[in-house]
């Protein structure tokens, strides 16, 4: 079942945000989790989560990670998604991109690795995000294809935004078929951007009718942006959904 959610805007009021949420009909919303801590603003630790539970609409945690964290707040992170009732986790690698080496994808294999048994018996699936060009590791076709060969279990969230072509988008797709999406608008000489759908040179039809045509799963609109730019994104992407699904 295809589902539609929303990035939270962090620094927003979390209650106006699920309101939001619900009045436009999006299915659940994305928060992030870096250095040990729930990425939210005007909400006292340690209640954040208690808070987040007692409003009690869906969330996924998008947590943000270096090979290092795995150790150091893996298992702070399953504690949470299972406190929370859910069984869903997003982890976007990262590392000082001047301090990447050929050895990294290798340590961040390592971790997932110790990750996924982790989580597998917990019941919990974890999705591990593409990056790109910017972040200079777990970008090429090759280095995502070391690691879900070497960790089965992982499952792959594709950030749309993150390629550099529909070339480079079809190479990804190739490795492992994801179930669960980033979408955000990006023009393609550019190395990084997450606009509004209503921007950039991705043509989210053209996506979902040649290269994702049997997807089934999670979409997160990862727009930053005023109200009407991120209901124009929904309204784009629930097109395309109705069109190929219909």
Not at 134 to 150: P, V
Not at 156 to 184: F, G, M, R, S, T
Request: proline share 2%; hydrophobic share 40%.
């Amino acid at each position: 079942m295809i589902t539609i959610g929303r990035t939270i805007r962090w620094l927003n009021n979390y209650t106006d945000e699920v309101n939001f949420c619900k009045e436009n009909g999006f299915d659940f919303m994305q928060i992030w989790f870096k250095d040990g801590q729930i990425v939210l603003s005007n909400i006292p630790e340690p209640k954040i989560i208690e808070f987040i539970k007692n409003i009690g609409f869906p969330i996924i945690f998008h947590a943000v990670f270096t090979p290092a964290d795995f150790d150091l707040y893996g298992d702070t992170l399953l504690d949470m998604v299972e406190y929370l009732g859910d069984n869903e986790v997003i982890i976007h690698p990262v590392y000082d991109k001047y301090l990447v080496t050929e050895k990294t994808e290798l340590e961040l294999i390592e971790k997932a690795i110790k990750f996924s048994k982790k989580a597998k018996s917990r019941g919990i699936t974890w999705y591990l995000e593409n990056n790109s060009i910017i972040d200079k590791f777990h970008y090429k076709q090759d280095e995502l294809k070391m690691l879900f060969n070497a960790d089965s279990y992982a499952e792959q969230i594709l950030d749309i935004a993150h390629i550099d072509n529909y070339e480079h988008l079809k190479e990804i797709i190739d490795v492992k078929y994801p179930k669960c999406l980033h979408v955000a608008g990006k023009h393609f000489k550019k190395e990084h951007e997450h606009l509004s759908l209503t921007q950039g040179d991705i043509n989210y039809d053209l996506v979902f009718k040649k290269y994702l045509q049997d997807f089934d799963g999670r979409i997160i609109l990862e727009v930053i942006d005023i109200d009407k730019e991120i209901i124009r994104s929904k309204e784009i992407i629930e097109n395309v959904v109705k069109q190929i699904y219909a």
